[in-house]
């Protein structure tokens, strides 16, 4: 599924080297701005596994967690679904980097539950 593990570490030498030449995050896709401010977030589990639907009570907690990061950060949420192993969420906020970084923290903490 992820073409990481495939390569050799030559491979991987070259495609972080390209990465940091375009200036993109290293291992994540690139960030863009929207002149709309509207974005489509999209984050899933590691490897697709379904952490965040191990259980009903899981799920629910992390749904309400997410709103509760997104929601003084944007403008207008304009729909969200919460997966068993990713989430999405189409909303306008004008100022996407900060909205990323609450989300990270989120992802952090998260992560250990």
Known sequence: M????QMTSGQ???TLRLRQLCRHPWHSPPHW???TRRY??????YEHAPVIGASVE????FSQALLRTVHPLAEQIHAWVVLPTHYHALLTTPDVLSLLAALGRLH???SYQ
């Open 33 to 35: 701005q929207s002149q």
């Open 2 to 5: 992820y073409a990481w593990r």
């Open 58 to 61: 899981r799920l629910g907690a």
């Open 12 to 14: 991987r030498e070259e």
């Open 108 to 110: 952090g903490r998260t």
């Open 40 to 45: 489509h977030l999209i984050a899933a589990c």
